[in-house]
């Protein structure tokens, strides 16, 4: 009797495992191959360089945008390749004063941006519904958009050194306050080239006013 049991376990043992590897075999088949892509997508670039900004290039930005009072300079922007021609991805400086006054949500139409926090801490509102939407003048680091003074639902973030925030376009964001001086890097994601292209190094810097 167990015998049999057991013989029976494994005969039974056995179709499955035969009935599995058929299905393996048998799925393994039916896929397609898939068929090679070419080398190289037509409409894309594969020739353009890369660009290195250095801590020391950053630092230097930081000093001359200080020197006159800046708070939002371009250190550059260039083509990001892909398939358009149009995309560009740009980096610029941005300085927190921790006193400074900052009325206006910003809302950028075509243009996203991720932040990086090398120094200080300060709170941002991000998102929520504009009650006040009007149109901005077109801004040479982000392009076209809008701007308000009020967003209802928006959300407090801090973000302090070393952290990140990823703002899409069309969210509203707004620097808040800065519990100490503060200043980031800000990648921008250009993908319509609103923005003017601008070699590194090149960026101008406005003296202030007497």
């Keep these: 009797m167990n015998r049999t049991l057991w013989g029976g376990k494994i005969a039974i043992g056995g179709l499955v495992a035969l009935a599995l590897g ?3 075999v048998i799925g393994t088949q039916a896929q397609p191959a898939n068929s ?20 020391a290039q950053i630092e230097a930005h930081k000093q001359s945008m200080l020197a006159v009072k800046e708070t939002d300079v371009a250190m550059t922007m260039v083509k990001m390749g892909g398939g358009s021609d149009a995309n560009q991805i740009g980096v610029s400086v941005v300085l927190r004063p921790k006193d400074g006054e900052n009325k206006y949500f910003a809302i950028h139409d075509d243009v996203a941006e991720v932040y990086y926090v090398i120094e200080g801490k300060g ?14 003048p077109v801004s040479i680091e982000n392009g076209e958009g809008s701007r ?3 967003a209802v639902g928006a959300k407090d973030v801090t973000i302090s050194k070393g952290d990140m925030l990823i703002i899409p376009a069309g969210t509203p964001h707004k620097w808040e306050s800065s519990d100490q001086f503060t200043y ?3 990648v921008r994601a250009d993908p319509k080239g609103v ?5 590194l190094g090149k960026a101008q810097f406005a003296r202030p006013k007497p």
């Design 22 to 24: 058929l299905g393996v």
């Design 36 to 55: 090679p892509s070419p080398l190289r997508l037509p409409g894309h670039r594969y020739d353009l360089p890369a660009t290195k900004i250095s801590a």
């Design 123 to 136: 709170t941002m509102k991000v998102g929520g519904t504009i009650t006040d939407w009007e149109r901005r």
């Design 148 to 150: 308000g003074t009020t």
């Design 184 to 186: 980031y890097v800000v």
């Design 195 to 199: 923005a003017p292209l601008l070699e």
